[in-house]
């Protein structure tokens, strides 16, 4: 419940690969909220809190050897854990509703799925760091792989980040392992076609969330 007994906010994800245009999404997505008078906080993982950020820094900065897959795990998961600590439960309880570019999906996704750690153990993570948190509604965004590249050879024109610059299987498996989740928690997930322009795709996301619009 809320401070003043009004419904709690909720709690949306947007997921995907790299150039689904989660994050033109998520900011359609913040402004229909607001329109309807709800209030909003949009944020992002890595980050959304300065420790969270600074942890940010550290995982995607292109520096040094880099970090092997089970500390990639453990820093997504510790970030995660100050966002969630510090702001998205803060936020759910006054009543706001979070809409956060990237969430847990996104470890299993990348950590699990690109990186070879198994399910479990990124939600034995997630359920230490954050006591298993998860978003009322994860919204996939899936787009066709030259689409996505086409994207991404406009955003990254001055070179990629550490994990968004892996190589094609690597990306492959993560958007397949997106897909398994998404097949085997239909009730959490919505699959969104992100191929089409903004206004279609903003469109197919606000129908998803109709169920739990006031
Ligand atoms: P970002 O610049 O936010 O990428 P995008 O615009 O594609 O969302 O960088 C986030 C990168 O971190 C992206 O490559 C996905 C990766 N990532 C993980 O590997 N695990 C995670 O848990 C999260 C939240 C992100």
């Not at 809320?2 to 909720?10: M, T």
């Not at 006054?94 to 799925?113: E, K």
């Not at 939600?123 to 991404?152: K, Q, Y």
């Amino acid at each position: 419940m809320s401070r003043d007994g009004a419904a709690p906010g909720r709690f949306i994800a947007l997921e995907g690969g790299e150039g689904a245009g989660k994050s033109t999404q998520g900011a359609l997505l913040a402004e229909a909220l607001r329109q309807r008078g709800l209030e909003v906080v949009s944020t992002r993982e890595p980050g959304g809190t300065p420790g969270a950020e600074a942890i940010r820094a550290l995982l995607l900065g292109t520096d040094g050897e880099g970090w092997g897959p089970r500390a990639e795990a453990l820093l997504f998961a510790a970030a995660r854990a100050d966002h969630v600590d510090r702001l998205i439960r803060p936020a759910l309880a006054a009543g706001r509703w979070v809409v956060c570019d990237r969430y847990v999906d996104s470890s299993r996704a990348y950590q699990g799925g690109g990186g070879g750690l198994s399910d479990a153990d990124i939600l034995a993570l997630h359920a230490i760091g954050s006591e298993g948190l998860l978003p009322d509604m994860t919204l996939l965004i899936e787009v066709s792989p030259n689409v996505a590249a086409a994207r991404l050879a406009r955003r990254d024109a001055g070179g990629a980040d550490r994990i968004g610059g892996r190589e094609a299987a690597y990306h492959a498996r993560v958007a397949a392992a997106f897909a398994r989740f998404a097949e085997a928690d239909p009730s959490r997930f919505a699959r969104i076609a992100g191929d089409g322009a903004p206004e279609a795709i903003h469109a197919q996301i606000l129908a998803a969330l109709a169920p739990l619009l006031p």
